[in-house]
């Protein structure tokens, strides 16, 4: 069945090349994906899926049903949006919209999405359960898998697979991590609240500003010291607002910022701690203070069966020495977690790096550009896992 579907692969790839390219062309925004989502429809239903769309707002479901009798549900999540950045890769094929850029490789994710349903579409005779394809909007602001679950896209699911592409990892190779694939993140809104006073007397007023400047320090340095080293928190304060002229001192002060942590227990007690901490510094000098701390999404964690499953579909599929075990989770945020919660699921990084280059732009830069030799790893390593997940849990 491997070679089946490499030999499918190889004949679709002209295709799924033309279909990246045509979505890296036309991005959208969170939120707003319309056009592709149209696209995305209509490629699954010439497929011979079941489409339905408006899903989660304007995510797209495609389902394909097996010819045996399991009535489990083996979920395919791929997410479809663009970020707000000006494309200066100087591709052919380059954004066509003002300010818009896939930065990200959902251009790919989505492509890897189609061309998996498209080869299992073919050997749907081999599959014994349902693979439901969710193709996700606004995974950029954190909400899209929400939307889609509230919209059951995850009713009766008993695993979900995804894909991130990785330019740090060279293309034809991919990467699996076991347990935490990425972080907690969770917003944080900080106000201080003094008194004002003229710049020339600060001892007759209490300086927000300066007790803020307090806070954030205290913060950073508690992280160090009380803070397990082994469980990472990255706290960042990203904005600060306060202070009405130079020569007043400012009465008031908004910081706000993300927190990012790997482990449940340590993100369960994160508000209480940064509370003390906040309310010990602002008592010690007079001020007032309000902490807000809203839950984002959780980690990543991979479920152990199906992480096997994937490395060793993909090490049969192309050599034990194109997949690496990835041996550190990354602080970045991924609301495929959302969907964890529900089924457990898996995660893969596929290399997209060119191998011939000294820098491979990072994600979410405007010069990121892929190997598109990827695409067709993705795709077989994707549709030969799925396939043999009905062949060993069936």
Not at 283 to 306: E, H
Request: with cysteine.
């Amino acid at each position: 069945m491997l070679s089946r579907i490499k030999d499918l692969a190889t004949t679709i790839a002209p295709r799924l090349i033309e279909i990246r390219r045509h979505i890296h062309s036309h991005p959208e925004l969170s939120g707003q994906e319309y056009q592709t989502a149209a696209f995305v429809a209509g490629v699954l239903s010439s497929s011979g899926l079941h489409v339905q769309e408006g899903v989660g707002k304007t995510g797209v479901i495609g389902e394909l049903q097996g010819t045996g009798e399991d009535k489990r549900i083996l979920a395919i999540r791929t997410d479809m949006d663009a970020l707000p950045i000006q494309e200066r890769s100087g591709l052919e094929f380059a954004s066509l919209i003002e300010g818009i850029m896939h930065a990200c490789g959902h251009d790919v994710h989505t492509t890897v999405g189609l061309g998996t349903a498209m080869i299992l579409a073919q050997i749907a005779e081999e599959i014994s359960g349902k693979v439901r394809f969710l193709f996700q909007p606004a995974e950029e602001i954190a909400q899209g898998a929400s939307w889609m679950v509230a919209d059951g896209a995850m009713d009766q699911v008993s695993g979900i697979l995804g894909v991130h592409v990785f330019p740090s990892i060279p293309a034809g190779s991919i990467g699996v991590r076991y347990g935490a694939l990425t972080a907690a993140a969770d917003d944080l809104e900080i106000i201080i609240m003094g008194e004002s006073g003229h710049g020339a007397r600060p001892h007759e007023a209490i300086d927000a500003i300066w007790i803020a400047s307090q806070v954030i320090t205290t913060l950073q340095q508690a992280i160090s010291r009380t803070q397990n080293p082994l469980r990472p928190v990255v706290l960042s304060i990203g904005k600060i607002n306060g202070g009405r002229a130079p020569n007043i001192i400012a009465d008031k002060v908004q910081l706000l910022g993300t927190v990012r942590s790997l482990h449940p227990e340590t993100r369960a007690n994160l508000p209480n701690w940064i509370e003390r901490i906040v309310a010990s510094v602002c008592n010690s000098y007079g001020a007032k203070y309000q902490v807000n701390y809203r839950q984002g999404i959780p980690s990543v964690q991979n479920d152990y069966f199906l992480t096997q499953l994937l490395q060793s579909s993909a090490e049969e599929a192309w050599g034990s020495d194109r997949v690496q075990v990835l041996p550190e989770p990354s602080l970045g945020a991924e609301d495929f977690s959302v969907y964890l919660e529900r089924s457990p699921g898996s995660m893969f990084r596929l290399g997209v790096g060119f191998k011939d280059r000294v820098i491979n732009y990072p994600l979410h830069h405007p010069q990121f550009e892929i190997d598109e030799s990827a695409i067709v790893t993705g795709v077989v390593t994707m549709a030969y896992t799925a396939y043999r997940y009905w062949q060993q849990v069936s």
